[in-house]
């Protein structure tokens, strides 16, 4: 037997030897393979079917199309990426480390987009909760206007003087937001001020009469005109009224002009700021 066949046959008892020493690692390592294959291939199945389920129930319930999607790939490549963990660790690799490397760039990045997370969390639950949809009239701090649309980040709103404003959707959620759309009908009340030296039920029945014409106020609900304040240059009537949300700005300006005119039909005055000076002259000793 020349040498070649010698160390063929030696390499062969060396791996029989071996197999027989080691074949319950062996299985195991094919058995731990084949696992490893299969929690890929079913975390994979999972994760897409999630992902649609969640992106249709979203979709379902009115959320924004940009939102949905974004949260159901969040969701998707969460799961595979629990999945790839699981996966090594069935192969026997230690994943501490990858978790810890993982876990360390996720902080690096949220401080780095902190602005960006919040006012995406913010837009995330605008979408949800709707305190304000597209098409309504609101007022958010010291701007109001007709919101144009919701977008991940940011909210436009288009004012009335034709200007776009775009907020940033953790401004909106922090503050008041008034809703001026949400609801059918509307109060609105109006501040009447005359001079002192007028009949209280004679301004009342002028105010009175004005309102009763106006077919667009829903005179079911009840009308309140009233003595509001006795200020230091006028007495202020107080005028509250119910009205659609689409007349109500209308109604608004056409009762003022209309109280002006009826006032000072009768000769009733508005009165302005106005300074009282006494003189007084001094006897000489």
Do not use: C
């Not at 709707?130 to 309504?136: D, H």
């Amino acid at each position: 037997m020349n040498d070649n066949n010698m160390i063929l046959v030696k390499m062969i008892e060396i791996l029989k030897t071996w197999f027989i020493y080691r074949h319950n690692i062996l299985i195991e390592y094919i058995i731990n393979i084949f696992f490893a294959l299969f929690i890929l291939l079913g975390g994979l199945i999972i994760a897409r079917w999630i992902s649609n389920i969640t992106n249709r129930l979203m979709l379902l319930h009115i959320i924004d199309k940009t939102v949905s999607n974004f949260l159901s790939a969040i969701i998707r490549y969460g799961i595979i990426a629990v999945t790839i963990i699981s996966v090594l660790g069935k192969l026997g690799i230690q994943t501490a480390s990858i978790i810890t490397v993982l876990g360390t760039a996720g902080l690096a990045i949220g401080l780095a987009l902190q602005g960006s997370l919040s006012n995406f969390a913010a837009g995330v639950l605008l979408v949800i909760f709707k305190p304000l949809r597209s098409g309504e009239y609101v007022i958010l701090d010291s701007v109001e206007g007709i919101v144009e649309n919701i977008q991940i980040l940011s909210t436009t709103l288009r004012t009335n003087e034709n200007r776009i404003i775009i907020i940033p959707n953790s401004k909106i959620i922090n503050n008041n937001i008034i809703n001026t759309s949400r609801l059918p009908n509307r109060r609105t009340q109006i501040i009447v001020s005359v001079s002192y030296n007028v009949n209280i039920d004679k301004v009342k029945k002028i105010l009175g009469d004005v309102v009763a014409i106006d077919n667009r106020i829903q005179h079911d609900k009840g009308i309140i005109i009233r003595l509001h304040e006795m200020a230091p240059n006028s007495l202020n009537f107080i005028v509250r009224f119910w009205t659609t949300n689409i007349d109500a700005r209308n109604v608004y300006w056409d009762l003022m002009e209309n109280f002006k005119k009826q006032l000072d039909a009768h000769n009733i005055s508005i009165p302005f700021p106005q300074l009282d000076v006494h003189l007084y002259s001094l006897k000489e000793k």
